[in-house]
């Protein structure tokens, strides 16, 4: 049986080496390529070398069309617009685009939706098994309690992260909502200042903090009369994230088009 050939986009950033990391060292698949921006540094630079591996004789290019020819799956965790772009290039070679890009708008949504009318797309806020995990639960518990638990989300990252709240943040604000049979842009909450006045009832908080090298932290709070719940997630490694990613990639091959979550990859 052939190999999966993956490429990454963003290859020269954190996630981009840990997942050059990963796939070399996962049984069915291969590194077919990287890129990075025009104008990067890191252009024409070892894929292998970059990651702390042995040369693997595939070099950073800035020419996305060219990596989604030569590959069956592109990973990305990169910009929304880059991701948007990308979006449209997997869709027309029929490859599998499995998307980590967080701080996207409804417009970006819109155009991910219809490139997975052509291809199989994977997004998900988070890709690693726990976290995945966290938003099963929290959407039961969710679920099972009324809106006299009010639902509260803290999330912690390293100070390099641009967006706010985390698209893990938003995943789990999504499973409460859903749980709850509300819709969340009505009932979110993300930023309190000054005098609020008292908490409207039904209400999910978003608490967001940066600092450190924090690779994430989650945590969703259900706080009723004279008692609270908290169930929290930590990553300590972003190779969680890198495994999810790959394993997405090897599960969307053969599926056809449509657009699937970690939820789906899992079985959850």
């Known amino acids: 049986m052939s190999e999966t050939r993956i490429a990454v986009t963003g290859a020269a950033g954190r996630m981009g080496r840990e997942l050059v990391r990963v796939i070399s060292a996962t049984s069915g698949c291969r590194v077919s390529g990287g890129t990075e921006a025009p104008g990067?540094?890191?252009?024409?630079?070892?894929?292998?070398?970059?990651?702390g591996l042995p040369p693997l004789g595939i070099a950073v290019t800035s020419d996305p069309l060219a990596l989604a020819a030569g590959s069956d799956a592109i990973i990305d965790f990169t910009v929304p617009a880059?991701?948007?772009?990308?979006?449209?290039?997997?869709a027309n070679a029929r490859i599998v685009h499995v998307i980590g890009t967080t701080g996207l708008t409804e417009s970006d949504e819109a155009a991910i939706k219809a490139a997975a009318r052509h291809a199989t797309v994977i997004k998900a806020g988070n890709m690693s098994l726990g976290v995945n995990l966290l938003t099963a639960i929290t959407r039961r518990i969710a679920e099972a309690l009324d809106a006299d638990f009010d639902i509260e989300i803290v999330e912690m990252h390293h100070r390099q992260k641009v967006d706010a709240p985390s698209g893990t943040a938003l995943m789990l604000g999504a499973a409460a909502a859903e749980g709850r049979g509300?819709?969340?842009k009505s009932k979110s909450v993300r930023v309190r200042d000054g005098h609020t006045g008292?908490?409207?009832?039904?209400?999910?908080?978003?608490?967001?903090?940066?600092?450190?090298?924090?690779?994430?932290?989650?945590?969703?709070v259900f706080a009723g009369e004279g008692e609270r719940i908290e169930i929290t997630h930590r990553a300590a490694d972003r190779s969680i994230f890198a495994r999810g990613a790959v394993k997405a990639a090897l599960w969307g091959q053969g599926k056809g088009p449509g657009l699937f979550n970690m939820s789906d990859v899992l079985g959850l």
């Open 82 to 90: 880059a991701t948007v772009e990308l979006a449209a290039i997997a």
């Open 198 to 220: 008292p908490r409207q009832r039904g209400d999910i908080g978003f608490a967001t903090l940066r600092g450190g090298t924090v690779v994430g932290d989650h945590t969703v």
């Open 40 to 51: 990067s540094p890191h252009l024409g630079a070892d894929l292998g070398t970059l990651a």
């Open 182 to 184: 509300i819709d969340l």
